[in-house]
């Protein structure tokens, strides 16, 4: 990003060119009046060019010293008002010896505008009355008949000069106000260069952010498919094994805990490959979600021998996908705890539909047990292990809320609430 440049404007072409009658002009014009008025020859006292040089080298020394060299002084209240008053004293006495340096009285005008508000006219009317000296002729020539061509054409000078030193100060002022624009423009622009290299930043850090965060979210949303298809596939697969060594006598036991373990592990191998696909789980692809829980309730019943039953209330109507892949995983996360740990004889699961949030309930007889609090360290290793956390994470994915209330012989109760966030929205 390239820095601002501020483009060239009235203001500075007017302060090049006031520098330039400051620095130039005024020696300029007084070289030409030394020049005239040696060669023409002196009207005042002291007759000879050494005086009217000695003036003219002291002018230039005091416009020199106190301008030139020294051009902050020129912003300071007392040099610059010392400085002009002493300038009008040797263009009086240099147009008094010769009106030729009326050429020269010009610089009381340009050197005006140095003083502030109204001070200004008041040096341009000084100036008028010098320059009026030298336009009749000089003081060899002043009479009283003079006087009044001299007052009338002071009058005329300073109403001429008054005029454009008035129009100059509004020229001036609006220059001062719109440099003060054009420097805050600069000043903005700056910060926002800034701001915008500082916002650059901030976006490729929230880029590295979000890209890490993505990889921890597709961590975790693995982590969770993996427990929720492998690892509660290869449990029941276990579980129907086990089963198997112990009716050895028994033929068509062992046949039913077979084809039963065979069936988990192609319905766990195809749930994990939906799974990696990002795929809605098969019982949501053929059911709503109602129906769905149906299905899955009445196979963890047949496969475990325990009674279980689903309940649902409200209207159901379809949801967003991910709001019913949540339910689903974590009914049959907590069924799969039920057999693994609650050792029950009954299972109830309600399914409910109501106005904003829709409710699932699993609710069990067996032997309880003392739950963690929610986020606590060694929530992980209570019942339920991983499976805990893994629908605390889903559910908090959709500002939802679980709740596990259970005691040791009293059963276990898991509440699910999620928004009841329409099928179609976000799309």
């Known amino acids: 990003m390239t820095g601002t440049t501020r483009p060239d404007s009235g203001f500075d072409a007017w302060k090049r060119r006031e520098e330039l009658a400051l620095r130039v002009i005024p020696y300029l014009s007084l070289a030409l009046a030394t020049a005239l008025s040696m060669l ?3 009207f005042g006292p002291w007759p000879g060019p050494l005086p009217t040089f000695g003036l003219a080298a002291l002018t230039a020394a005091w416009m020199l010293w106190m301008v030139t060299l020294h051009p902050a002084w020129t912003r300071r209240p007392v ?16 147009v008094v010896r010769n009106p030729l340096f009326g050429f020269f009285a010009f610089t009381g005008y340009i050197h005006a505008f140095m003083l502030p508000g109204r ?64 420097d805050e423009l600069a000043e903005t622009n700056a910060r926002l260069e800034a701001t915008m290299e500082e916002n650059a930043g901030l976006q490729a850090q929230l880029l590295v952010q979000a890209r890490e965060a993505g990889v921890a979210e597709e ?5 969770r498919e993996i427990h929720d298809t492998l690892a509660q596939g290869l449990t029941g697969v276990i579980t129907q094994l086990q089963a198997l060594e112990r009716v050895t006598d028994r033929p068509d036991e062992r046949r039913r805990h077979l084809d039963t373990a065979m069936r988990l592990a192609r319905d766990s191998l195809a749930e994990a490959r939906r799974s990696v696909r990002a795929v809605r789980p098969e019982a949501l692809e053929r059911a709503r979600l109602p129906d769905a829980l149906a299905e899955v309730v009445a196979r963890w019943s ?38 693994k740990h609650a050792a029950a ?83």
């Open 219 to 223: 961590r975790q949303r693995m982590a």
């Open 302 to 339: 047949a496969d475990n021998g325990v009674p279980a039953e689903i309940t649902t209330t409200g209207t159901a109507r379809p949801l967003h996908p991910e709001v019913e892949v949540t339910l689903l995983r974590t009914a049959q996360e907590a069924l799969a705890n039920a057999a």
């Open 119 to 182: 001070w200004r006219f008041a040096g341009v009317a000084v100036t008028a009355w010098s320059m009026a000296l030298s336009q009749i002729g000089g003081a060899a020539t002043f009479g009283w008949d003079a006087i009044v061509p001299y007052v009338v054409i002071a009058a005329f000078n300073m109403a001429v000069a008054g005029a454009f030193a008035f129009f100059g100060s509004l020229t001036q002022e609006q220059n001062d106000k719109r440099k003060h624009i054009i």
């Open 345 to 427: 004889s009954r299972v109830g699961l309600t399914l409910s539909y109501m106005e904003d949030v829709v409710t699932l309930d699993v609710r069990d007889d067996g032997v309880g047990f003392e739950p963690a609090p929610a986020g606590a360290p060694g929530e992980p290793t209570a019942r339920g292990g991983f499976g805990l956390t893994a629908m605390r994470q889903r559910v908090s994915r959709l500002a939802g809320t679980l709740a596990i209330e259970s005691e040791p012989g009293a059963g276990t109760a898991i509440s699910a609430s999620v928004p009841a966030i329409p099928a179609g929205a976000g799309a």
């Open 40 to 42: 023409v020859g002196d």
């Open 79 to 94: 040099p610059r008002a010392v400085y002009y008053v002493g300038l009008q004293i040797l263009i009086a006495v240099l």
